[in-house]
């Protein structure tokens, strides 16, 4: 059975980081594209970031190029969402996918506030 559980959300100043994971159980995430994507109060799911299972260079959304990161951990079946500089408008509910399937996680809500 195919699970993906988020974590790691919460409430961070401006300019401040989280990371967040996704622990993966019924597949390995090594041999799928997998994805982070977030929802805003009153706006559409949009894709953040997406990772390869060919290892070719990560996806970005122009509005978080050079301050987020998306990463594998083989060992742990999981994937990381490393977000620097953090903003005001990246406050959203994040979800991790599995694209093949359409396996989504429940979400982890970040909350940029000062």
């Known amino acids: 059975q195919v699970q993906l559980v988020e974590s790691g959300g919460g409430l961070v100043q401006p300019g401040g980081s989280l990371r967040l994971s996704c622990v993966a159980s019924g597949f390995t995430v090594s041999t799928y594209s997998m994805s982070w994507f977030r929802q805003a109060p009153g706006k559409e799911r949009e894709l953040v970031a997406r990772?390869?299972?060919?290892?070719?260079?990560?996806f970005y959304a122009d509005s978080v190029k050079g301050r987020f990161t998306i990463s594998r951990d083989t060992a742990r079946n999981a994937v990381y969402l490393q977000m620097n500089s953090l903003k005001l408008e990246d406050t959203a509910v994040y979800y991790c996918?599995?694209?093949?399937?359409?396996?989504w996680g429940q979400g982890t809500q970040v909350t940029v506030s000062s």
């Open positions: 990772i390869s299972s060919t290892g070719g260079r990560p």
């Open positions: 996918k599995r694209i093949v399937g359409d396996y």
